[in-house]
Nanobody, 116 residues
């Protein structure tokens, strides 16, 4: 049974930083592609960042240069370092796993609020 548990969300002032974590269990993590998505109020869920099993990354244009996705296969965890946060980054952030067998799993989400 694959489980993804996000943590690290919260309230931060504009210009601040947060680091999200997503701990995975129940899969061969090193073979899985991982991603962070977000859903802002009244908007569709969108891709924020993605990292392949080999470590290649890609980002939404809106977060390039501010966010960094990384993974620690020894800890079965993927991270999203978010710097220079803006009010428009306010959303629920979700972790997504796509296994080598092309099965997809989602975490429960963690709220990020950027406000003064």
């Amino acid at each position: 049974q694959v489980q993804l548990v996000e943590s690290g969300g919260g309230l931060v002032q504009p210009g601040g930083s947060l680091r999200l974590s997503c701990a995975a269990s129940g899969s061969i993590f090193s073979r899985d592609a991982m991603g962070w998505y977000r859903r802002a109020p009244g908007k569709e869920r969108e891709l924020v960042a993605h990292i392949t099993s080999g470590g290649s990354t890609n980002y939404a244009d809106s977060v390039k240069g501010r966010f960094t996705i990384s993974r620690d296969n020894a800890k079965n965890t993927v991270y999203l370092q978010m710097n220079s946060l803006k009010p428009e980054d306010t959303a629920i952030y979700y972790c997504k796993m796509v296994t080598a067998g092309q099965n997809t799993y989602w975490g429960q989400g963690t709220q990020v609020t950027v406000s003064s």
